[in-house]
């Protein structure tokens, strides 16, 4: 009996077995194919990754300013959130100010100390010993070049010190003093004003 029963389960086992073959050699062929796809992307985007990085004025006048527009509208959100989080007699508008003047300061000097006289410098020798030496790895590794980048320890400095650790702290005291969520009395200083409804003209 239970020999017959073992016998009918592998049997089940078996035909299920075909049943699926067909539709994971399918999917199989889809996964591998959109792997295939999807690594052929990967380095097409990494060759032009590799490409715009070879050109410092890029990093001026496209990769500064959209770093600069997603972190600081990311900081402003997370200062905006932590200020209803954190109860009145423990927020500090001094670390938040510390906060947006240092990643502001940081990141012109890393454009206007670092970035912008490498694109200039880089632009001046691709116009006199042409773009293809302008771009090669014996330039960019170069002397000047690598003084020049070691001009941006201060304003990484600025940024990270005077920039992330206010928010950081911020952070910490919102997650230690969390004001009450539910409160029927209102503060004295809001950050909205409420108007009243205007009655319905006849």
């Known amino acids: 009996m239970k020999r017959r ?26 996964v591998t194919a959109m792997a295939e ?9 990494a060759l032009s990754t590799e490409k715009a990085s070879g050109w410092r004025l890029a990093w001026v006048y496209a990769w500064a300013p959209a770093g600069l527009l997603v972190l600081l509208m990311a900081v402003g959100l997370a200062i905006f959130c932590l200020r209803y989080m954190i109860p009145q007699d423990r927020w500090s508008d001094r670390a938040a100010k510390i906060s947006f003047w240092s990643l502001n300061i ?7 100390a670092s970035l912008f006289p490498l694109g200039i410098i880089q632009l001046y020798h691709s116009v006199r010993y042409g773009y293809y030496d302008a771009r090669t790895l014996q330039y960019l590794t170069g002397h000047l070049n690598a003084l020049i ?25 919102g997650v230690r003093h969390v004001a009450p969520r539910i409160t029927t009395q209102k503060p004295e200083e809001s950050l909205y004003t409420e108007i009243a409804e205007m009655p319905e003209v006849k």
């Open 5 to 30: 029963e073992q016998d009918r389960r592998m049997l089940a086992i078996e035909e299920m077995e075909r049943e699926l073959a067909g539709p994971l050699r399918h999917f199989q062929g889809a």
């Open 37 to 45: 796809r999807e690594l052929a992307r990967t380095r097409r985007a």
């Open 106 to 112: 940081g990141l012109a000097w890393m454009c206007f």
């Open 149 to 173: 980048e070691w001009l941006r320890l201060p304003g990484d400095t600025l940024f990270i010190v005077g920039g992330v650790l206010p928010v950081v702290y911020l952070a910490w005291l």
